[in-house]
Structure formats: structure tokens, C-alpha cells
């Protein structure tokens, strides 16, 4: 027997208020007297009233729910951004929308539309193709609005970045720290601004230490597994030379291990390694390989804070750019 569907009417005339006060209660209003507000929570709890969601969000503008777009719903990157902005948006009563772009402008359009329809109060967008005038059309299409690895200076309160420039640089001197001057560097895609701005790091880093930079040490890869062997083998016969290697992303370095072991080359002995992210796998590779530390779960709880606040209208919060650190392990030969 299907169970019978209990109303705000009934509520109010169980609690002996008015329907209106019933709703404000649901609302979450402040303008409640004390001993209206205890009688219509007996009344809900008793009665086994639920609200209608719909009808709360029409009510009050509110959907009490956050989308976020990311550019895939795998990987050691995206899982715990996510995880960690679901936290703390779930511990102020939020609910979380997830989509994926998977690296496609046309996809990236889509996921934003999808979220526009669910009418979230606010947008964690990680984008890899949309354009900076698309980014920030969307405080049109939301309440809150934070964008992930990229800085727009219109939306300089609502941007959330690591400083990919100093995580180059961090890696490329510690190279540079222990002799070595034959560094090359296998990218990300640089369509990507955080693959840019570690080859930026990484540039300046050689110039600070009189070493000049060989676009012919430098050669694009993925941050993903796809191509990156291929992309490290061709590398290493440019040059013989080449005595270290700086990574983007672990990803690639993991490439650059299988290269070597299929050569009989040593990493960490014949061939020293800085990489980047700090995934969990890099310190149960053997040698353990030196990165750089992404703070990941930071970023997706800062995220989270950011839409919060933004949503109370406090804007406490103006763009952050969180700060890489540098895990040294086992990957780095040092050179008399």
C-alpha cells in the first residue's frame, strides 16, 4: 500500500500555526517565534513530513546544491579535487553535481549547460578549453563562481591556482643543485597554462645558473599516460648528453622509467629525475622519485570555501595561488 503524501496544510494544522510560518520553518527563516518553531519541528517529525525540494528551492532561490565541471572523472588529479570540495560543501548542507569535459571545448559547453539546467547556486569550473571571455560569461549563469588552474584578472576573487612557475623552478634548480647542467624537460601539453608556466619555471631556473636553455632539450608530452614512452625515448637519442630530466607530471616520469629499464639505464644513477604532482605512486617507485607537491586536496577544500563564501556575500576570500613544495627522495644523482 503506497504511503499517503503528507502536506504543508497538514503540518500547520497539526502544529496549530499558519502554512505560512510551516514554509518558513522549511526556509530556513530567521522571523520564527521560539515556541512556533519547536511545535512545527514536532509536527514534521511526527507526522514523517518531508519537503518537497523543488518546491524549497522555488521558494527560497536556493537549489542548496554546487556543480562542478572537471576535464575527467578518473585519475590520481581529478578524484581527490573532487572528493575534497564535496567535503566541504556537503558539511554546509550543499549537495554536489559532477560533469566531465574531457578536454573538449565542445563537451566543456555542454557540461556548463547541463549544470546551468540543474540551476546549482554555484559553479567549480575546471576548464581546459574554454576561452577567459567564456569563463567569465558565466557569473552571468551563477550565484558563485570559482575557476580551478587559471587566473583571470576580472575575476581576480574567484580564481584558485598553484604556482606552477615556481614548481618548475623548484624542480629544475634542485637539479641544477646537484651538478647537473644536461637537463631536459618533457612537458605537458602546452596548450595547458600549467605546462606553460612550469617551462617557464624551468627557463629561468637554467638562466639563474648560467645555463642556456636548448629548445632541442625540451619536447611535449601528456599528462596522461598516452604517447609519453614513445615521447621519452625519442629525447633521450637527441642527446647523449642528457644526465637529468625534469618531468611535468609523475605521469610522465613513470614513462621515463620504463624507458629505462628497457636500456638498461639506472634512474637515479644513470639518469636522474624531478617530476611533478606528488601522486601517491611516486614514493612506491623504485628509486623513489623527487616531485614536486601538488596540495590537490587544498585546492579542492579551499574551492569549496570559496563558493561558501561567496554565496554568504562575505568575499572574504580574494584569488589564492597556493604554493608548491619540493618532496626530495631518491631519483637525483648528485655530480662532482
Known sequence: MQ????????????ANVSQATVSRVINGQASVKEKNLAKVHKAISELGYTP???????????????????????????GPLMHAAEDALYRNGF????????????KEKDAI?????KQVDGAIIHADKLSDEELKALTKDFKALVVLNRYIADLEHQCLCLDNELGGYLATKHLL???HRHIACITGPLSKPDARDRLLGYIRALAEHGVTYDPALTIEGRFDHIGNFDKAAELLDRSKD????????DNIALAVYDVCATRQLTVG??????SFDNDLMSKHMRPQLTTVGFPIYEMGKLAGSMILDQLKESRKLSSKKLIPTLEVRDSVKKLA
Request: glycine share 10%; charged share 15%; proline share 1%.
Open 95 to 106: 549537495h554536489f553535481i559532477v560533469t566531465s569535459g574531457q578536454e573538449n571545448g565542445q
Open 242 to 249: 642528457i644526465t637529468a630530466i625534469f618531468c611535468q607530471n
Open 177 to 179: 643543485d646537484n651538478g
Open 52 to 78: 518537497n525540494l523543488a518546491a524549497k528551492a522555488l521558494a527560497s532561490s536556493r537549489s542548496n546544491s554546487v556543480g562542478m565541471l572537471v576535464g575527467s572523472l578518473d585519475g590520481p588529479f581529478y
Open 269 to 274: 644513477g644513470d639518469l636522474s629525475l624531478v
Open 3 to 14: 504511503k499517503k503524501t503528507i502536506t504543508i496544510k497538514e503540518v500547520a494544522e497539526y
Open 113 to 117: 549547460a547541463f549544470l546551468r539546467s
